[in-house]
């Protein structure tokens, strides 16, 4: 199995742009889940979904935050308008049950809002 | 507020000799907790948990050890190689959280050869 696939490896944008991150789970695996990591708070949950539908999004910072998962195999984090304190690494991971140790993550997205 | 701490941002250890990574938490009702090591440029991948029923947990080289009183757990690599250095996450979780897994701001481990 290729593991969790996150797009793209590298985001550099401008304050103001719309961004989108992207992710494919392991197939098979029910859950899937975004979370940020920044120096100052660590690993933070942002939003996660079982089978598609998004079950608890109360880590999402704010508004500019969406995500979607139009089906078993495809995920995006979209931040609209991207801000300077949006910059982070983004990591999607993917597991056969909620919470459960066995978590996989992708290899992060790493963003850099100018 | 940060539930889960580790206050050392960075530890260095000679190959072979003991490394200890330390974690703090706050809430009194986690009942889980794991660590997490993650290399530059990949996911954190699962290394080891432990159970509040339990105080110990090893695995190879590798031991958890719980302090519930103190609420403060660590992890214990023995003997260290280089192929260890790596950002060393803990986290926790509770069921009144929805076992959701809080997890620390990392350790970055380096093993001089």
């Known amino acids: 199995d290729a593991g969790v696939i996150q797009s793209p490896r590298h985001e550099v944008t401008e304050m103001g742009q719309e961004v989108t991150l992207r992710c494919k789970p392991i197939?098979?695996?029910?859950?899937l889940f975004w979370y940020r990591q920044t120096m100052m708070r660590g690993l933070e949950l942002l939003i996660y979904?079982?089978?598609?539908?998004?079950?608890?999004d109360s880590g999402m910072p704010e508004d500019r935050f969406s995500a979607k998962m139009p089906n078993a195999s495809f995920s995006t984090l979209k931040i609209q308008p991207s801000e300077p304190r949006d910059s982070a690494v983004y990591f999607c991971?993917?597991?056969?049950?909620?919470?459960?140790?066995?978590?996989?993550f992708g290899s992060g997205t790493q963003l850099s809002v100018l | 507020d940060q539930q889960v701490k580790q206050n050392s941002p960075s530890l260095s250890v000679q190959e072979g000799r003991i490394s200890i990574l330390n974690c703090d938490y706050t809430?009194?009702?986690?009942?889980?907790f794991l660590w997490y090591k993650k290399y530059p440029a990949e996911g954190p991948t699962f290394l080891i948990s432990?159970?509040?029923?339990?105080d110990k947990n090893e695995d190879g080289r590798f031991t958890v050890f719980l302090n519930k009183s103190a609420k403060h757990l660590s992890l214990h690599i023995v003997p260290s190689q280089p192929g260890d250095s790596a950002v060393y996450f803990c986290?926790?979780?509770?069921?009144?959280?929805?076992?959701?897994?809080?997890f620390g701001t990392g350790t970055s481990l380096t093993v001089i050869p």
């Open positions: 986290a926790a979780s509770a069921p009144n959280t929805g076992n959701q897994f809080y």
């Open positions: 197939s098979g695996h029910d859950y």
């Open positions: 979904f079982n089978n598609n539908v998004p079950i608890d």
């Open positions: 432990i159970s509040s029923i339990k």
């Open positions: 991971a993917s597991s056969l049950a909620p919470f459960n140790e066995k978590l996989f």
């Open positions: 809430n009194s009702m986690f009942d889980y």
